[in-house]
């Protein structure tokens, strides 16, 4: 199992190597030039030298807001905050807002050249303008004088003068557009609009929902006309206040109050494709709404408002095909084949694997040496031809949980006073399924999980059946373990119709137990999360409470066994503990030593093959290996070593990702090692990841830029047959 310790450390790329300043920082006051304080107006002489796309800024138009931001390639959050400032742009662009946005690439060593196709190969390539500081000019006349350190950073400037400064991530456009009024940063600079009072709005909104959930309708519907009215609250909260309701008119079966509710909320923000979608879901996703009661009208002008809403906007194509797949779903529960069948098409000719297709075929027609290459995508286009195994599921083994043993564990029951207890308390509950176990073990364990079932309406991402994760943590194990369910909830009914439903469906005992009861009983149980949770007993008494998803190996592989000893168990814990820092200790000397580097990395590559047990601290010492070859340009070394790693962990998603963030962190190792950013990408499809078709695109496009077009033939095809719209598309 990996350690905490380890989770940090694979997430050091993103970090960099410079300290920048953070999304909650505040930036330095601009104040008056002084020999302690940062400059406040810029020189027009300190304007980037190179313009590599966009309209180059030539000096300062009156009362335009120009928006600075400072990246590098090598810079993790400096690329993390790109998708950010392109959103931004793209909505001041619509808005007509009078300011412009320039990220400025400084402290690179890549040329303006190769900053080009770097861009272009990003997840989201900047629509907005960039430039380079190819002269030093930016460096040297405005960021050494205002003292920035860290990237990335970034400066508003209006007239010349720096009206705002900080984290990227903190722009918006309300921000931006707040910028361009004549009294912005005049009184107090740099500084944000105050936000509301989110505890006292949160507490508003909480009023509401027990208003609704009491009945007390005329004074809810008051209160939140009163919400919705205020210019205070932000538009995310009033989204949620229009919820409240369309769930009170769901758990009430009154469905055409429902689909009143839910009209409102679509047209309370119409131009919000998250609100719509959200209106969408509810119709089509909630279990609770009988279908001759589904307002598939609203739906269709729902899904078809964020298709218009969305045209001109290429980081919502995602949205949109998911959009075309619902409406394609609307049309069917309609029973309109003819324009579902359309729906599907128009999907798919809208998926970027049918457009890399595409664009991959147009290649290949200009290309004399990919003859060969030409013959294979005809044959696989009309289907005369099968993909190889490599490039199919076959060659990726899905992984799946193994089949729960049936018989009954076999244990001593335990005879004490706290299972005397436990088992009292457990037989007095309501079980609507199964009953209360007889006995509990005394030399094993059985696990106790809290459960809250969903509430009406479409699943959540915080929706999830009984046990869900702690079946997947004890699923299989050689000695099998009792596990109960006790519901948390004050209706019963409820619970019945959660387990009705074939996504909350349990094959474990499941009782009812109303929540003060819960907190009664559990609530002081320092430990206990919010729920999901799991206690596990042994003996009657608690061993271990927390999150499934935190549930150690040891329980699980030692505590379950009859011959278990807590006080020993302990202290083989504490000696592993020991031997790993042990081992830290010795990869700080090796890897801080100021001796010979041949000599360094020779010990390093030797104490490494100790550490295959350890795997944060051989990720760690892989890490620094690949740091030494590069240092001296052996970019091909490097990538080896990034290789090993995956080859020693394969099909373990996070690793394989650490190393892809490894290897693209540096334009000529990428370039030395594009076979590595394949394995790197089937390690992650190995993994079971559901991005499948988006990771087979992936290496399509790598084997292209390889020269390798039957391959990257191959890729695409694998893509297409993993698409989701291809899939909907051909069972049409």
């Not at 929706?463 to 373990?481: M, N, T, Y």
């Not at 019945?496 to 469906?505: E, F, I, Q, V």
């Not at 168990?569 to 041949?598: C, D, F, H």
């Not at 087979?696 to 084997?703: M, P």
Request: charged fraction near 25%; charge should be neutral; proline fraction near 7%.
């Amino acid at each position: 199992m990996f350690s905490k310790s380890f989770l940090v450390w694979a997430l050091l790329p993103f970090i960099g190597a410079v300290p920048a300043l953070s999304a909650n920082e505040s930036a330095p006051q601009a104040q008056n030039q002084a020999s302690n304080e940062p400059i406040a107006v810029l020189p027009e002489s300190g304007l980037p030298a190179t313009w590599l796309q966009g309209t180059p800024v030539t000096h300062w138009e009156k009362d335009k807001v120009y928006v600075f931001e400072f990246w590098a390639t090598w810079c993790g959050p400096c690329l993390a905050a790109i998708p950010h400032l392109d959103q931004t742009h793209r909505e001041i662009t619509a808005k007509k807002i009078n300011a412009q946005i320039v990220g400025v690439n400084v402290r690179d060593r890549v040329s303006p050249a190769m900053l080009k196709p770097f861009l272009a190969k990003l997840r989201v390539p900047p629509s907005y303008t960039v430039a380079v500081d190819s002269q030093k000019n930016t460096e040297e006349l405005w960021a050494r004088p205002r003292k920035i350190v860290g990237i990335p950073h970034a400066l508003a400037v209006k007239n010349g003068k720096v009206i705002w400064a900080g984290h990227p991530m903190r722009l918006s456009t309300e921000l931006i557009e707040a910028m361009t009024q004549p009294n912005f940063g005049e009184e107090k600079q740099e500084e944000a609009p105050k936000k509301p009072d989110t505890d006292t709005l949160r507490k508003r909104l909480g009023n509401i929902a027990s208003l609704y959930s009491s009945s007390d309708t005329e004074d809810a519907e008051r209160e939140l006309g009163r919400f919705l009215e205020d210019k205070t609250v932000p538009a995310a909260l009033k989204q949620e206040a229009l919820d409240l309701p369309c769930y009170a008119a769901l758990a009430r079966e009154e469905f055409q109050e429902l689909n009143i509710c839910l009209r409102r909320k679509a047209e309370a923000f119409p131009q919000d494709p998250a609100n719509l979608s959200a209106v969408v879901r509810f119709i089509l996703e909630s279990n609770e709404i009988p279908e001759e009661e589904q307002d598939l009208e609203l739906a269709e002008e729902c899904l078809k408002q964020i298709l218009s809403v969305t045209r001109d906007n290429k980081t919502a194509e995602k949205l949109r095909r998911q959009t075309l797949r619902q409406l394609a779903r609307v049309y069917e529960l309609g029973e309109d084949s003819e324009a579902r069948e359309r729906t599907l098409c128009e999907a798919w000719q809208a998926s970027s694997e049918y457009i890399w297709l595409k664009e991959l075929e147009s290649r290949l027609q200009s290309l004399p040496e990919a003859a060969d290459a030409q013959k294979v995508y005809a044959a696989l286009d009309k289907g005369t031809a099968a993909l190889p195994r490599d490039f199919t599921a076959e060659a990726f083994p899905a992984k799946t949980l193994p089949q729960r043993e049936t018989q009954a564990p076999q244990f001593k029951a335990s005879t004490s006073a706290a299972s005397a207890e436990m088992l009292g308390f457990l037989k007095t509950l309501n079980w609507v399924r199964g009953k209360a176990p007889e006995s509990l073990p005394a030399d094993g364990i059985i696990a106790v999980n809290f459960w809250a079932p969903p509430p009406p309406g479409p699943r959540t991402a915080i929706s999830h059946r009984p046990a869900e994760w702690l079946d997947e943590k004890i699923r299989g194990h050689e000695l099998s373990i009792p596990v109960v369910v006790i519901a948390v909830a004050d209706n019963a009914e409820r619970v019945r119709k959660a387990l009705s439903d074939p996504r909350y469906a349990s094959e474990f005992p499941v009782a009812i137990l109303s929540r003060s009861e819960f907190l009664r009983k559990f609530g002081k149980m320092s430990d206990m999360p919010q729920l999901p949770a799991t206690l596990i007993l042994r003996d009657g008494a608690p061993l271990w409470q927390g999150s499934a998803q935190d549930l150690p190996t040891w329980i699980v592989e030692d505590a379950s066994r009859p011959d278990y000893n807590h006080e020993a168990a302990v202290k083989k814990q504490e000696a592993e503990k020991a031997v790993y820092r042990s081992k830290l200790r010795r990869l700080r000397e090796i890897t801080q030593s100021k001796g010979n580097k041949a000599e360094t990395e020779k010990r390093l590559k030797e104490f490494r093959e100790e550490l295959k047990d350890t795997p944060a601290l051989y990720m760690r010492a892989s890490e620094a290996l690949t740091k030494l070859a590069c240092a001296r340009k052996d970019f091909t070394e490097a990538g080896k070593v990034c290789e090993s790693v995956m080859s020693s962990y394969p099909n373990v998603d996070y690793i394989a990702t650490m190393q892809l963030n490894i290897v693209n962190a540096d334009l000529q190792l990428r370039a030395a090692n594009l076979p590595v950013i394949i394995s790197a990408y089937r390690n992650i499809i190995g993994s079971g990841t559901p991005h499948v078709a988006d990771y087979w695109q992936a290496i399509s496009r790598i084997y292209a830029e390889m020269g390798d077009w039957e391959n990257a033939v191959y890729a695409a095809f694998a893509s297409r047959n993993n698409s989701a719209d291809w899939k909907a598309y051909r069972a049409n």
